[in-house]
């Protein structure tokens, strides 16, 4: 019998047969898949024609659509539904990947020809696309040690094997703590608490196997039992265990994996000629060095800080009238704040969440991208691979366009976090392809599923990161949707976050769970009022992260992650009642994988251009302006990483923002 993950599949929009694949399924398809793309470069390196941009640098497009289907299939489910036989797989997997991927960086005869390619690049025709994706490629070898002989080309082999090895196991630490730890509360416990929580915490009792409500350490039940319960021991309890993910001790302990990560990424960058770790990753980002990146994060940091002192004092002064000595604590924080919120904007999230529906925050994402590019979703009933997942057909004009898969629910299996990932990206060569995007967030579930704020912002963020995908309209999957510099990426993502906050956008989606009303006017202008609430801590916990990511990079690596972190936060002044938003133990942005290594910053720089690039609607006049969301989607959606940031940003608004309008946006404007 053929295995399912090597085949063709003639499913609808050519989507993996999920309800046809198991687990026993992938290690073999992986080893036949490995050694097809290992042919298939082997035949490209030795072919006996001079070589061309056709038989060199396409051929290395075309090649390897075996291995990636086996891959995007895995990845899916390994990230969102795991299961001790599929981490067990990616452990297995991680190292063998590695390997491949450094063969083929470091195979000699291979790298020639594409260098020949280049050096022949002014008189071969080539079009603006194909010398893009030319650089790119030759760039991409270089970075990776192709140049590299001897013994320092047999090291970089064995670092990046190793690194592979490291950021899997930091993320099975990770998932294994979130997923163990949770804690059981009685019913005199849930006093004071909401009924979304209490329904929230009575759905993770059930899926534990517990008698009754527990709290666990995913994001979308932790922070709202912070928000509202009375009990300060409780709090503590759940804060501590929240901020103690992957530094418990034993063998789901990251410390020692974090460092030798720290350790090894530097080591690979000086075989490669540069001072450190963060110099080699910033070299292709839009900042480029990271003095410019600190430059933007002390520029937000210093009115932040001081806004959270401020608000700090608010705080601890409610606390005393609460008759609770002693000082304000991260596990008091999102507590009086939300106090805090009611009382100021008379807002109260348990009466805003029913006006929060999922599905209606789905159809408000929808809605927004049928005015802005003409897309239509329909609803259609596919095998997935898990019975939480959904899947719409998006068309435009009738013609299809992408399968989008949306994965709302928090459950042990997934990891935390809200992503998007595309099973099959866009392209035009070697044949025309449609992209299957996934949305994967971690809301509480519950019938009806009701979001909070920051719910519904993730959604419409991840949505944006989805249309960077659907709509691209690029030759070469290589620079395909969001193949674009790291410190660029977010920006469709964020810039999407803002038609959340259109009145009439709410207005027609925001209604009420139980009665269909929509949102009242008083209750609407009050949440936008609110937009910038608590903006002093959001900014704090996020650019501390950012700052303490830069360091462990920036220079030699340090022996003892968790001291350096303490240093550059004492230095930072950080207000004792704020965390980092990821401590190092549990930073997988950093430390799952090289993708936001050097580059957690990359949210705020994105911000500087989404904040920016928002405002050009408003300066037409309208949110929905036909002239400007097609300039937005000539500009940025549909060209990948076909040109340098930069450029596309220009195109799109004529010059490159200053810092302004995201301390404007968020509320921390002298």
Same mark, same amino acid.
């Given at each position: 019998?053929?295995?399912?993950?090597?085949?063709?599949?003639?499913?609808?929009?050519?989507?993996?047969?999920?309800?046809?694949?198991?687990?026993?399924?992938?290690?073999?398809?992986?080893?036949?898949?490995?050694?097809?793309?290992?042919?298939?470069?082997?035949?490209?390196?030795?072919?006996?024609?001079?070589?061309?941009?056709?038989?060199?640098?396409?051929?290395?497009?075309?090649?390897?659509?075996?291995?990636?289907?086996? %891959? *995007?299939?895995?990845?899916? /489910?390994?990230?969102?539904?795991?299961? !001790? &036989? +599929?981490?067990?797989?990616? @452990? $297995? =997997?991680?190292?063998?990947?590695?390997?491949?991927?450094?063969?083929?960086?470091?195979?000699?005869?291979?790298?020639?020809?594409?260098?020949?390619?280049?050096?022949?690049?002014?008189?071969?025709?080539?079009?603006?696309?194909?010398?893009?994706?030319?650089?790119?490629?030759?760039?991409?070898?270089?970075?990776?040690?192709?140049?590299?002989?001897?013994?320092?080309?047999?090291?970089?082999?064995?670092?990046?094997?190793?690194?592979?090895?490291?950021?899997?196991?930091?993320?099975?630490?990770?998932?294994?703590?979130?997923?163990?730890?949770?804690?059981?509360?009685?019913?005199?416990?849930?006093?004071?608490?909401?009924?979304?929580?209490?329904?929230?915490?009575?759905?993770?009792?059930?899926?534990?196997?517990?008698?009754?409500?527990?709290?666990? %350490? *995913?994001?979308?039940?932790? /922070?709202?039992?912070?928000?509202?319960? !009375? &009990? +300060?021991?409780?709090?503590? @309890? $759940? =804060?501590?265990?929240?901020?103690?993910r992957g530094a418990n001790g034993g063998a789901t302990d990251n410390r020692a994996i974090a460092a030798e990560i720290l350790s090894l990424r530097q080591e690979r960058a000086g075989l490669l000629g540069y001072d450190s770790f963060a110099a080699y990753k910033l070299e292709t980002e839009m900042a480029g060095t990271p003095a410019e990146v600190r430059d933007l994060l002390m520029a937000v940091w210093t009115p932040a800080r001081a806004r959270a002192e401020a608000d700090a004092q608010v705080l601890q002064a409610m606390m005393a009238a609460d008759g609770v000595n002693g000082p304000l604590e991260p596990w008091d924080w999102r507590y009086y704040a939300e106090q805090r919120r009611r009382a100021d904007h008379d807002l109260d999230e348990a009466a805003l969440k029913p006006f929060l529906q999922l599905d209606r925050m789905i159809e408000a994402a929808f809605a927004c991208a049928n005015r802005l590019f003409g897309l239509d979703f329909r609803a259609v009933d596919l095998p997935l691979y898990h019975p939480d997942a959904r899947a719409w057909e998006v068309t435009r004009g009738g013609t299809h366009v992408a399968l989008?898969?949306?994965?709302?629910?928090?459950?042990?299996?997934?990891?935390?976090?809200?992503?998007?990932?595309?099973?099959?990206?866009?392209?035009?060569?070697?044949?025309?392809?449609?992209?299957?995007?996934?949305?994967?967030?971690?809301?509480?579930?519950?019938?009806?599923?009701?979001?909070?704020?920051?719910?519904?912002?993730?959604?419409?963020?991840?949505?944006?990161?989805?249309?960077?995908?659907?709509?691209?309209?690029?030759?070469?999957?290589?620079?395909?949707?969001?193949?674009?510099?790291?410190?660029?990426?977010?920006?469709?993502?964020?810039?999407?976050?803002?038609?959340?906050?259109?009145?009439?956008?709410?207005?027609?989606?925001?209604?009420?769970?139980?009665?269909?009303?929509?949102?009242?006017?008083?209750?609407?202008?009050?949440?936008?009022?609110?937009?910038?609430?608590?903006?002093?801590?959001?900014?704090?916990?996020?650019?501390?992260?950012?700052?303490?990511?830069?360091?462990?990079?920036?220079?030699?690596?340090?022996?003892?992650?968790?001291?350096?972190?303490?240093?550059?936060?004492?230095?930072?002044?950080?207000?004792?009642?704020?965390?980092?938003?990821?401590?190092?133990?549990?930073?997988?942005?950093?430390?799952?994988?090289?993708?936001?290594?050097?580059?957690?910053?990359?949210?705020?720089?994105?911000?500087?251009?989404?904040?920016?690039?928002?405002?050009?609607?408003?300066?037409?006049?309208?949110?929905?302006?036909?002239?400007?969301?097609?300039?937005?989607?000539?500009?940025?959606?549909?060209?990948?990483?076909?040109?340098?940031?930069?450029?596309?940003?220009?195109?799109?608004?004529?010059?490159?923002?200053?810092?302004?309008?995201?301390?404007?946006?968020?509320?921390?404007?002298?």
């Open positions: 019998m053929t295995n399912p993950l090597l085949a063709s599949w003639d499913t609808p929009f050519g989507l993996a047969p999920f309800d046809r694949i198991s687990d026993e399924d992938f290690a073999p398809a992986l080893d036949t898949a490995l050694a097809a793309h290992r042919d298939e470069i082997a035949a490209i390196a030795a072919n006996p024609d001079p070589a061309t941009f056709a038989n060199t640098i396409a051929a290395l497009e075309a090649a390897g659509h075996g291995l990636n289907q086996v %891959l *995007s299939v895995f990845f899916t /489910v390994a990230g969102a539904d795991s299961n !001790p &036989r +599929r981490e067990e797989l990616q @452990r $297995a =997997f991680s190292p063998k990947l590695a390997a491949h991927y450094a063969e083929i960086t470091a195979n000699k005869a291979l790298f020639a020809r594409v260098e020949a390619v280049w050096q022949g690049r002014d008189s071969a025709g080539l079009s603006d696309e194909e010398a893009r994706v030319l650089m790119l490629t030759r760039r991409g070898f270089l970075r990776s040690g192709a140049a590299l002989s001897g013994d320092a080309d047999a090291r970089m082999k064995a670092i990046k094997g190793r690194l592979a090895e490291l950021g899997t196991a930091f993320t099975q630490n990770l998932l294994a703590d979130e997923r163990d730890w949770f804690m059981d509360l009685s019913d005199a416990d849930l006093d004071g608490l909401p009924g979304f929580v209490i329904a929230a915490a009575r759905a993770a009792g059930a899926e534990k196997g517990r008698p009754g409500p527990v709290v666990t %350490l *995913s994001r979308s039940l932790i /922070v709202p039992f912070l928000q509202f319960s !009375p &009990r +300060r021991d409780l709090r503590e @309890r $759940a =804060f501590r265990a929240w901020a103690a989008f898969i949306g994965d709302y629910f928090a459950r042990g299996s997934k990891r935390s976090g809200a992503w998007c990932s595309a099973m099959r990206s866009q392209a035009k060569f070697p044949e025309p392809q449609a992209p299957i995007v996934i949305n994967v967030c971690n809301f509480a579930k519950s019938d009806p599923a009701l979001l909070s704020w920051d719910d519904a912002r993730t959604l419409f963020h991840e949505f944006g990161h989805a249309l960077h995908q659907m709509l691209s309209d690029v030759t070469y999957e290589s620079i395909s949707g969001t193949s674009v510099a790291r410190d660029f990426v977010e920006l469709p993502s964020q810039l999407y976050e803002h038609w959340l906050e259109v009145p009439q956008v709410l207005s027609e989606f925001a209604t009420h769970a139980d009665t269909g009303e929509p949102m009242p006017q008083d209750m609407l202008q009050r949440l936008l009022a609110a937009s910038t609430f608590d903006m002093g801590f959001q900014t704090v916990e996020y650019v501390a992260s950012a700052l303490v990511d830069l360091a462990f990079h920036e220079g030699a690596a340090p022996a003892d992650p968790m001291a350096l972190q303490d240093a550059v936060l004492a230095d930072l002044g950080l207000p004792r009642a704020i965390t980092m938003r990821h401590a190092t133990p549990h930073f997988a942005h950093v430390f799952a994988g090289d993708g936001y290594s050097s580059g957690y910053y990359s949210y705020m720089w994105s911000e500087v251009m989404d904040a920016d690039a928002f405002a050009a609607f408003h300066e037409a006049g309208d949110p929905f302006d036909p002239a400007t969301a097609r300039a937005l989607e000539d500009h940025i959606l549909s060209s990948g990483g076909s040109r340098e940031a930069e450029e596309l940003y220009t195109a799109f608004r004529g010059r490159m923002p200053g810092v302004d309008a995201l301390l404007k946006g968020r509320g921390l404007a002298a």
